[in-house]
């Protein structure tokens, strides 16, 4: 039988990175760390981390071995909780991309509250800091992009959606139907430094030798979409972006699309409230 504390002190490893930080975290010596996870080798008969000079990292049996390893510690969690009758559930942790409008978040945020759902935490990330996350059990589950084959956990898709050029919605070009990338040659630009196609997106425009002047970069794109409903530029977003102060209009030869979906650490959590609010202010 494999003790907790070996499985504890196996994903301090990978979440620390090398065996000195586990072992701070684990609150224990070096050797001691060491130790254990040699002891979990022979119990498994298996090496789960490569060791060098410079780091640590998993061997292919130890990354089998972690999902089942963040499964039971979440399940053995789960139990504790159950039994120490805790008054109030922990929350459930949903990482959303830092790329979907967040009128859509708070839309469903509010219905979720107004049908009375229990404690939830929300957090704005990345793509690839929500993978980390849901792989450290950070979070429970992400709204973000479904990369066939790139998660091993349950996932659900959502939608399907475009990227057009947006723009003030008084600017000579918003009446158009589709704009070629040399209608813009003259145009300012605003730079949305989170977006996921942004390398995609400048090389569609330096190819067609548009090299524009840029009036904002911003990690932030509410604030992008405001200013580009000033007058202060134009650039590409998702569709979900929408403001009576701006026009979409699709940009000829930039056909990317994302799929948007949910991953879930525990696949119970498909019908839970916050889940279905989101998709349904998706739709």
Do not use: W
Not at 33 to 41: D, F, H, P, V, Y
Not at 115 to 131: D, H, K, N, Q, W
Not at 170 to 184: I, K, M, N, S
Not at 242 to 257: M, N
């Amino acid at each position: 039988m494999i003790e907790r504390y070996l499985l504890r002190y196996f994903l301090a490893v990978v979440d620390q990175g090398n065996f000195s930080r586990a072992a701070v975290h684990c609150n224990v010596s070096q050797p001691t760390l060491s130790a254990g996870i040699s002891k979990l080798e022979n119990a498994l008969q298996r090496q789960l981390f490569t060791r060098t000079n410079q780091r640590v990292q998993l061997t292919q049996a130890g990354t089998r071995f972690l999902t089942h390893a963040r499964r039971i510690e979440r399940e053995f969690n789960m139990a504790l909780g159950a039994m120490a009758d805790i008054a109030q559930a922990r929350p459930v942790r949903i990482g959303v991309l830092s790329s979907i409008a967040g009128t859509i978040v708070a839309q469903a945020a509010r219905a979720y509250r107004a049908e009375g759902g229990g404690p939830v935490e929300i957090a704005f990330a990345s793509e690839r800091e929500l993978t980390a996350m849901l792989a450290r059990d950070r979070i429970d589950a992400t709204f973000s992009i479904l990369r066939p084959g790139a998660q091993s956990m349950a996932q659900q898709v959502v939608a399907e959606e475009a990227y057009a050029m947006v723009m003030a919605a008084d600017h000579p070009l918003a009446g158009r139907t589709q704009l070629d990338a040399e209608d813009l040659r003259q145009e300012t630009m605003i730079v949305r430094r989170h977006c996921e196609l942004l390398s995609q997106t400048s090389r569609h425009f330096l190819e067609r030798g548009v090299r524009p002047h840029f009036s904002l970069r911003t990690t932030n794109d509410e604030r992008a979409l405001q200013m580009v409903g000033a007058g202060m530029g134009v650039t590409v977003m998702p569709d979900c972006y929408r403001s009576p102060d701006v026009a979409h209009v699709p940009l000829a030869g930039f056909d990317h699309r994302r799929t948007l979906g949910f991953t879930l650490a525990d696949e119970g959590l498909a019908d839970h409230g916050l889940l279905r609010a989101l998709a349904a202010a998706f739709g």
